[in-house]
T-cell receptor, first 111, second 111 residues
Framework: KNQVEQSPQSLIILEGKNCTLQCNYTVSPFSNLRWYKQDTGRGPVSLTIMTFSENTKSNGRYTATLDADTKQSSLHITASQLSDSASYICVLETSYDKVIFGPGTSLSVIP | IAGITQAPTSQILAAGRRMTLRCTQDMRHNAMYWYRQDLGLGLRLIHY???????GKGEVPDGYSVSRANTDDFPLTLASAVPSQTSVYFCASRGVAGEAFFGQGTRLTVV
């Protein structure tokens, strides 16, 4: 069983709409949970970071939440834009040299 | 511009040939990583280095080798390429804050 799972695998939404991406994990304990955005043909870039004890973190139109009890994190995107089309990757950092990547959710925002 | 530089950006390689993917960073990060990214599988760690002079095996190290002669460079070598090594390869570095910075990727096709 994968230690980090994401859903949905892919998603298509209309420009201006909101969406929520899910991340379920079994890794415990961990130090940080990050969401990365990966544009097509580029490397991933960090969007948000939360420590084990944090519940929410925002970065502009992106808001990440963390529920340590259910071992779930979500990334909510508000008022989506065409430039939000990308893969979004949930990442858990357990120690300095242990980083576990989820498979990612591919988001397409269409006009 | 500070960051991670990978070369080449893409390569078509005959099976059985030797290939070295180059990675250079100018952020003086101690930790560096090589990942491969395949559709539906997400990023998988090949090898890592916590500091110059040391390396370690990741999740999928077979068929690959690395060296870390200095802080800035972390080349990945395929001694005898096979078609299953067709993938997109990302080099990354991490500083003390924990965020990983990725290169733009190398798209490798082994035929």
């Amino acid at each position: 069983k994968n230690q980090v799972e994401q859903s949905p695998q892919s998603l298509i939404i209309l420009e201006g709409k909101n969406c929520t991406l899910q991340c379920n994990y079994t890794v415990s304990p961990f130090s940080n949970l990050r969401w990365y955005k990966q544009d097509t043909g580029r490397g991933p870039v960090s969007l948000t970071i939360m420590t084990f004890s944090e519940n929410t973190k925002s970065n502009g139109r992106y808001t990440a939440t963390l529920d340590a009890d259910t071992k779930q994190s979500s990334l909510h995107i508000t008022a989506s834009q065409l430039s939000d089309s990308a893969s979004y990757i949930c990442v858990l950092e357990t120690s300095y040299d242990k980083v576990i990547f989820g498979p990612g959710t591919s988001l397409s925002v269409i006009p | 511009i500070a960051g991670i530089t990978q070369a080449p950006t893409s390569q078509i390689l005959a099976a059985g040939r030797r290939m070295t993917l180059r990675c250079t960073q100018d952020m003086r990060h101690n930790a560096m990583y090589w990942y491969r990214q395949d559709l539906g599988l997400g990023l998988r760690l090949i090898h890592y280095s916590n500091t110059a002079g040391t390396t370690g095996k990741g999740e999928v190290p077979d068929g690959y080798s690395v060296s870390r002669a200095n802080t800035d460079d972390f080349p990945l070598t395929l001694a005898s390429a096979v078609p299953s090594q067709t993938s997109v390869y990302f080099c990354a570095s991490r500083g003390v804050a924990g965020e990983a910075f990725f290169g733009q990727g190398t798209r490798l096709t082994v035929v």
